[in-house]
């Protein structure tokens, strides 16, 4: 069913909430330094049972001030689906004091408060300030307030208009809230409890907790499983294997793989175990190309590898949280390290690797850069080791509740014990030291990560049966490194900082992500994450997007939801044909705004790309939100500082074009608009 959407100027219906009555007297502008110190980037959202609720019922952060819940669903993994009140509290900051305009966008009940003040309340439509509202320089106060509807989606935005910027989401360079409420630590920690209890296969070996049965997981890594060790004897290393299996953290201090053999037997334990292991065979695809170490290095860098990985022995330290490749050669056989990077997710879906799907001669040039690099040797085990002993190892120490044998079969968790319960939460895996640990496996949790999935299991299993797309994104960009290559809310790049580190050229400029999931439309953006574009948006960058197929769908639409967005939204008018010839004319340099110097046009290429090309505009047509298209327009570099796409509409509203349509930029822009909307058709 499709809501009705009205103006509201002024539209003041305020309604009783009684957890937001904390006035107090808030002074706006500077706040103490030990206050600030205290601040970190995004709000607070507290969601409460209804809304004369005052203790919430789960607490998290957002990085923008929106929300989208799809009616029917979690509004997070903690709450079940159901009316719910929801309040995203913190500081608005703004460099001047300066005169905004606000609007808010609602399905169902919402309001917004700023330096305790109600500027704003709409229901199931937009209300916006008539008269502009004053912000102090530094920090307001900023508290939003959304009550679900009766029936349909929940959705609450806020934007604001400045005299030197047209409409816009409030940027999150510009919000922040305090990180030492009680509540929100909390939130915060059962939610990496539940990540834990997924990403180190805990199910591997214990019933699910909360009573949840396998076929209501809706948490996705909750398939996250071990890679397939189909193989593995023409794979790996036989040293490398003894070592690993007996603590893979000599290896990479990181691994997420658990140690699982105990006492005085493990190094003959491991020996059998590996011993076994050699004797899976399985025939090895090498990519067939010839290539120089040389080819393989101008590679690494252009691609970013470097963003992820070093060559470090493990045991220094390492600043930039990248993955140690000093033991690969040990590890892999030279055809067996090709076949992992032609198909990193084949025999690990969830490999946190991505695909960039090179060509064979690059697969080669990589291999033969990797061989020359990675100088780490494994100690050579002593003992030699029995296979049959070290099959039935693989199955009575849990190996093979985590591993399976087989391409494509999944781990059979057999002999699983009882889920962890709330009165054994400081033993067996959970214990503080190795005696107390007995023979449970050891993953060298530090103390705050035992305690985040104590908290978790103490009562909070059943979330694993609910997701929310919102959260999964949040959390999988940080897992998988996006930041490796993408900016985003204000946050500078890995790459960026290895490359003032050790030298070298800076990287290209590459997307930022800080406004995704409005810009792009989810389907798009969920192909072109799984890697499935039959063409590149940028072709003239030599980094290319790799791909991530297993994360892709939910990432685009958690990403859009974070914004407020249901996937589907889009306010993009009927193409109009008369705009559509209006907007031809304004293309070209003749009569127009030389966009064609730039940006390809269907078949047509751009004139001059080599400064700075752009993306060919009938794609951008079919991959942008309407919505994002006007501000992106008025002025590229405050949404991408670095861009070198001019602003045509030097004072916002006007461009040097004057005899089209009165030199209106807003009406300029949508004439191109209609008229890149009308190209597919147009095209052959
Ligand atoms: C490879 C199998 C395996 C995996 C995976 C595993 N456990 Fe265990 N766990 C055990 C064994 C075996 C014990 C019992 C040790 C003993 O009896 O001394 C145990 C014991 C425990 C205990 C003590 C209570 C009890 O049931 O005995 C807790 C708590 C626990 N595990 C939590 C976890 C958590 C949390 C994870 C995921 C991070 C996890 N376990 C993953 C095998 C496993
Ligand atoms: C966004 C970060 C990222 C980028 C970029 C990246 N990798 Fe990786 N790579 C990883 C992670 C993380 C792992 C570890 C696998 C896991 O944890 O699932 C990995 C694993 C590997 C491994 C296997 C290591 C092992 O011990 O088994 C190799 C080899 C590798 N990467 C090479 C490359 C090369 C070559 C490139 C550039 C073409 C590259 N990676 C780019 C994140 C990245
Ligand atoms: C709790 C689950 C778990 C258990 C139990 C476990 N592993 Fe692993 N293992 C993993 C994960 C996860 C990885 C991927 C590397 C990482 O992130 O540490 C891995 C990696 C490996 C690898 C390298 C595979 C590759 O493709 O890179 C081998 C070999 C291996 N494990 C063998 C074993 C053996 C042998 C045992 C029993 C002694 C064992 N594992 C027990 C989870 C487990
Ligand atoms: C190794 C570097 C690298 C990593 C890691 C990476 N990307 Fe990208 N990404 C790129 C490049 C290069 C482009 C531009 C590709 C093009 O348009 O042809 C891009 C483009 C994008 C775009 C399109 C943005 C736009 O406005 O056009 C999205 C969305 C995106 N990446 C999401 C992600 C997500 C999500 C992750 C993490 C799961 C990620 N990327 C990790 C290199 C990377
Ligand atoms: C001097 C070169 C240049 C000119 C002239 C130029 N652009 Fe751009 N345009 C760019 C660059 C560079 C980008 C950003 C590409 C990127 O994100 O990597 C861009 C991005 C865009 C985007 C966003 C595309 C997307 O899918 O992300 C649109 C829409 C756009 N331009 C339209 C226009 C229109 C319409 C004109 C003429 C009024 C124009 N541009 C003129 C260089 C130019």
Same mark, same amino acid.
């Given at each position: 069913?499709?809501?009705?959407?009205?103006?509201?100027?002024?539209?003041?219906? %305020?309604?009783?909430?009684?957890?937001?009555?904390?006035?107090?007297?808030?002074?706006?502008?500077?706040?103490?330094?030990?206050?600030?110190?205290?601040?970190?980037?995004?709000?607070?959202?507290?969601?409460?049972?209804?809304?004369?609720?005052?203790?919430?019922?789960?607490?998290?952060?957002?990085?923008?001030?929106?929300?989208?819940?799809?009616?029917?669903?979690?509004?997070?993994?903690?709450?079940?689906?159901?009316?719910?009140?929801?309040?995203?509290?913190?500081?608005?900051?703004?460099?001047?004091?300066?005169?905004?305009?606000?609007?808010?966008?609602?399905l169902g009940k919402a309001s917004l408060r700023i330096n305790n003040k109600e500027v704003l309340a709409a229901e199931?439509?937009?209300?916006?300030?008539?008269?502009?509202?004053?912000?102090? *320089?530094?920090?307001?106060?900023?508290?939003?307030?959304?009550?679900?509807?009766?029936?349909?989606?929940?959705?609450?935005?806020?934007?604001?208009?400045?005299?030197?910027?047209?409409?816009?989401?409030?940027?999150?360079?510009?919000?922040?809230?305090?990180?030492? =409420?009680?509540?929100?630590?909390?939130?915060?920690?059962?939610?990496?409890?539940?990540?834990?209890?997924?990403?180190?296969?805990?199910?591997?070996?214990? &019933?699910?907790?909360?009573?949840?049965?396998?076929?209501?997981?809706?948490?996705?890594?909750?398939?996250?499983?071990?890679?397939?060790?189909?193989?593995?004897?023409?794979?790996?290393?036989?040293?490398?294997?003894?070592?690993?299996?007996?603590?893979?953290?000599?290896?990479?201090?990181?691994?997420?793989?658990?140690?699982?053999? @105990?006492?005085?037997?493990?190094?003959?334990?491991?020996?059998?175990?590996?011993?076994?292991?050699?004797?899976?065979?399985?025939?090895?695809?090498?990519?067939?190309?010839?290539?120089?170490?040389?080819?393989g290095e101008k590679l690494y860098n252009q691609l970013g590898c470097l963003a992820c990985h070093h060559f470090n022995?493990?045991?220094?330290?390492?600043?930039?949280?990248?993955?140690?490749?000093?033991?690969?050669?040990?590890?892999?056989?030279?055809?067996?390290?090709?076949?992992?990077?032609?198909?990193? #997710?084949?025999?690990?879906?969830?490999?946190?690797?991505?695909?960039?799907?090179?060509?064979?001669?690059?697969?080669?040039?990589?291999?033969?850069?990797?061989?020359?690099?990675?100088?780490?040797?494994?100690?050579?085990?002593?003992?030699?080791?029995?296979?049959?002993?070290?099959?039935?190892?693989?199955?009575?120490?849990?190996?093979?509740?985590? @591993?399976?044998?087989?391409?494509?079969?999944?781990?059979?968790?057999?002999?699983?014990?009882?889920?962890? !319960?709330?009165?054994?939460?400081?033993?067996?895996?959970?214990?503080?030291?190795?005696?107390?640990?007995?023979?449970?496996?050891?993953?060298? $949790?530090?103390?705050?990560?035992?305690?985040?999935?104590?908290? $978790?299991?103490?009562?909070?299993?059943?979330?694993?049966?609910?997701?929310?797309?919102?959260?999964?994104?949040?959390?999988?960009?940080?897992?998988?490194?996006?930041?490796?290559?993408? &900016?985003?809310?204000?946050?500078?790049?890995?790459?960026?900082?290895?490359?003032?580190?050790?030298?070298?050229?800076?990287?290209?400029?590459?997307?930022?992500?800080?406004?995704?999931?409005?810009?792009?439309?989810?389907?798009?953006?969920?192909?072109?994450?799984?890697? &499935? =574009?039959? @063409?590149?948006?940028?072709?003239?960058?030599?980094? *290319?997007? %790799? !791909?991530?197929?297993?994360?892709?769908?939910?990432?685009?639409?958690?990403?859009?939801?974070? #914004?407020?967005?249901?996937?589907?939204?889009?306010?993009?008018?009927?193409?109009?044909?008369?705009?559509?010839?209006?907007?031809?004319?304004?293309?070209?340099?003749?009569?127009?705004?030389?966009?064609?110097?730039? @940006?390809?046009?269907?078949?047509?290429?751009?004139?001059?790309?080599?400064?700075?090309?752009?993306?060919?505009?009938?794609?951008?047509?079919?991959?942008? *939100?309407?919505?994002?298209?006007?501000?992106?327009?008025?002025?590229?570099?405050?949404?991408?500082?670095?861009?070198?796409?001019?602003?045509?509409?030097?004072?916002?509203?006007?461009?040097?074009?004057?005899?089209?349509?009165?030199?209106?930029?807003?009406?300029?822009?949508?004439?191109?608009? =209609?008229?890149?909307?009308?190209?597919?058709?147009?095209?052959?």
């Amino acid at each position: 069913m499709k809501r009705l959407l009205f103006f509201a100027p002024i539209l003041f219906l %305020p309604f009783a909430w009684s957890a937001v009555a904390q006035d107090g007297d808030f002074k706006p502008g500077k706040l103490p330094k030990e206050e600030q110190a205290l601040l970190e980037p995004g709000l607070t959202l507290r969601f409460f049972a209804d809304k004369n609720a005052k203790t919430p019922t789960d607490v998290r952060r957002v990085r923008i001030a929106a929300l989208h819940v799809p009616e029917g669903t979690a509004p997070t993994p903690f709450v079940g689906p159901g009316p719910f009140a929801a309040k995203l509290s913190g500081y608005l900051k703004a460099d001047l004091r300066s005169e905004f305009r606000f609007k808010l966008k609602a399905l169902g009940k919402a309001s917004l408060r700023i330096n305790n003040k109600e500027v704003l309340a709409a229901e199931d439509g937009v209300a916006q300030t008539e008269e502009p509202f004053e912000l102090s *320089r530094g920090f307001n106060k900023l508290d939003i307030v959304l009550v679900s509807p009766m029936k349909g989606d929940a959705t609450v935005r806020v934007s604001w208009t400045g005299d030197d910027f047209m409409e816009e989401p409030l940027p999150p360079t510009t919000l922040f809230s305090r990180k030492d =409420h009680a509540d929100l630590a909390e939130g915060l920690a059962k939610r990496e409890g539940r990540f834990l209890f997924a990403m180190r296969d805990c199910a591997a070996c214990h &019933q699910l907790p909360g009573g949840v049965k396998s076929a209501e997981l809706a948490m996705p890594e909750m398939q996250h499983r071990a890679p397939s060790l189909a193989g593995a004897g023409s794979r790996f290393g036989k040293d490398w294997l003894v070592q690993w299996i007996q603590n893979p953290r000599t290896l990479r201090p990181k691994a997420t793989m658990p140690v699982v053999l @105990h006492g005085d037997t493990v190094p003959q334990d491991a020996a059998d175990i590996a011993a076994f292991l050699q004797t899976l065979k399985e025939p090895v695809e090498a990519a067939k190309a010839k290539a120089t170490t040389a080819q393989g290095e101008k590679l690494y860098n252009q691609l970013g590898c470097l963003a992820c990985h070093h060559f470090n022995d493990p045991k220094e330290e390492e600043t930039l949280d990248r993955y140690p490749l000093h033991y690969v050669n040990a590890k892999y056989t030279p055809e067996a390290l090709s076949e992992f990077l032609a198909k990193p #997710h084949a025999r690990y879906p969830w490999t946190r690797m991505p695909d960039f799907k090179l060509k064979a001669d690059e697969n080669a040039a990589l291999v033969a850069y990797l061989n020359a690099q990675a100088k780490g040797k494994a100690n050579p085990g002593a003992q030699a080791g029995n296979p049959e002993r070290g099959e039935k190892l693989f199955a009575s120490t849990g190996c093979a509740n985590c @591993h399976s044998l087989k391409t494509d079969a999944l781990p059979k968790g057999t002999n699983l014990r009882p889920s962890p !319960a709330s009165d054994n939460l400081a033993a067996g895996c959970l214990a503080e030291d190795a005696k107390e640990r007995g023979k449970a496996p050891d993953f060298g $949790f530090a103390k705050e990560k035992r305690e985040s999935l104590r908290a $978790f299991l103490a009562k909070d299993g059943g979330s694993l049966k609910r997701e929310t797309p919102a959260e999964f994104a949040q959390r999988q960009i940080v897992n998988l490194k996006c930041n490796a290559c993408h &900016q985003r809310d204000g946050a500078t790049t890995r790459w960026f900082q290895v490359m003032e580190e050790e030298g070298g050229s800076l990287p290209e400029l590459l997307p930022s992500l800080t406004w995704t999931g409005e810009k792009l439309k989810p389907d798009w953006s969920a192909k072109f994450i799984a890697g &499935q =574009h039959d @063409h590149r948006a940028r072709p003239w960058l030599k980094a *290319r997007m %790799p !791909a991530f197929p297993a994360r892709a769908e939910m990432l685009a639409l958690g990403l859009s939801h974070q #914004h407020g967005f249901a996937p589907k939204e889009d306010s993009r008018p009927e193409p109009d044909e008369e705009q559509a010839k209006l907007g031809e004319t304004l293309l070209p340099q003749q009569g127009g705004f030389n966009c064609t110097q730039c @940006h390809g046009v269907g078949k047509m290429p751009a004139k001059e790309p080599f400064e700075a090309p752009g993306i060919n505009l009938l794609d951008a047509a079919q991959r942008l *939100r309407y919505d994002y298209y006007p501000r992106w327009m008025h002025d590229p570099p405050r949404i991408e500082r670095t861009t070198r796409m001019p602003k045509f509409a030097q004072d916002g509203k006007t461009t040097a074009i004057r005899e089209t349509l009165d030199g209106d930029a807003r009406k300029q822009f949508d004439a191109i608009w =209609h008229y890149i909307q009308t190209l597919p058709g147009k095209k052959d």
